[in-house]
């Protein structure tokens, strides 16, 4: 219920604040669409809509980070554990810099690129690479039975490949081509609209709803494999479920908002170090404590942009790495 409140609290708090010197009479007549046209604007169309991405990408995320810890029963384990935001640079990248503005035949010519650019194209062919990523690491799984550490260094594998491609691919693009390409993979809560928060918000909660159903045999895989199966769960099943449920989740926010790192990360271990590991507890909590991480870092980012947003992945890993690494070495006598 705290963090719930919490929620609603910073995504209110996000009304008000902004590059834009709006004051607060400001932002209360243009939320009742009263006033300025250029301030119900940004309100409506900017403001709204980001915060409505950053508590679902960051329950997305969150919730993500969980699932995957827990079935690979490792710590560091996140949404980029299986390559998935690899591939989605990848598929970005493909679009942007060959496809969607055509850059490898229109040269530097911007007149082009806004002619030809579709963000949701590029968003659709990052998923569809982040599909097919998912798709052929859990196939490979299949062969050794979805064991943890093939799951992950099959990840690695994979996700370098995919890595190695973008690279090549971007040597042989035009500055034009490289720069937005390169802007595209920072983490930006500007790109979102209402459209994409529904979408988002469909995958997320339909995947959030069945890690809830499935809380007591993700319980029971805690204890191991072995434990797991004694008390009935086909453990094979599960992992590939969840995991391929939790990486769609993936897909979807990266395709659509750009990598955002550490929030997968940080809320489920400190979910987890304060609430314990009951998945009928930490699935909401993750939820919740992703949502509060992600509007913090888009409210930071908003405040200290001096007439444009950071983009909110860089805020996420600044503060992420200093807070990840003291939770760590404050434990003491482990």
């Not at 997305?60 to 591939?87: E, K, R």
């Not at 496809?99 to 490898?104: E, T, V, W």
């Not at 339909?206 to 895989?221: C, D, E, K, Q, T």
Request: glycine residues 10%.
């Amino acid at each position: 219920m705290l963090l719930l409140i919490a929620v609603i609290l910073l995504a209110f708090a996000g009304l008000f604040i902004g590059s834009s010197h709006m004051t607060m009479r400001d932002s209360f007549g243009a939320l009742f669409k009263k006033g300025n046209a250029a301030q119900v604007r940004i309100l409506w169309n900017i403001r709204i809509p980001r915060i409505l991405a950053a508590i679902i990408a960051g329950a997305g995320l969150s919730v993500s980070g969980l699932i995957m810890q827990t079935n690979l029963n490792n710590p560091m384990a996140s949404p980029a554990t299986l390559g998935v935001s690899n591939a989605a640079v990848f598929g970005a990248n493909l679009s942007i810099i060959a496809f969607a503005g055509g850059f490898l035949s229109t040269g530097n010519n911007l007149n082009h690129y806004a002619v030809g650019a579709n963000p949701y194209a590029t968003s659709l062919v990052a998923f569809l690479f982040s599909t097919l990523s998912i798709l052929v690491i859990l196939g490979l799984c299949r062969l050794r039975s979805f064991q943890p550490d093939v799951v992950v260094l099959a990840g690695i594998a994979v996700g370098s490949v995919w890595t190695a491609a973008t690279t090549i691919l971007q040597f042989y693009a035009t500055d034009v081509g490289l720069s937005a390409a390169v802007i595209w993979t920072f983490g930006d809560l500007g790109r979102a609209a209402y459209r994409t928060d529904l979408i988002m918000a469909v995958v997320v909660l339909a995947g959030a709803l069945y890690f809830y159903a499935v809380s007591w045999r993700l319980n029971a895989l805690l204890g191991g494999d072995a434990a797991a199966k004694s008390m009935g769960v086909n453990v094979e099943l599960l992992r590939f479920s969840s995991m391929l449920a939790a990486s769609l989740i993936t897909a979807v926010c990266v395709s659509y908002l750009g990598i955002i790192g550490f929030v997968g990360i940080i809320c489920p271990h400190v979910v987890k170090r304060l609430l314990g590991y009951d998945h009928r507890i930490s699935i909401p909590a993750s939820l919740l404590s992703g949502s509060i991480l992600l509007l913090l870092a888009d409210t930071l980012s908003r405040s200290i942009g001096n007439g444009s947003a950071l983009p909110v992945g860089a805020i996420t890993s600044l503060a992420g790495a200093p807070f990840f690494l003291a939770i760590i070495f404050s434990r003491k006598g482990e």
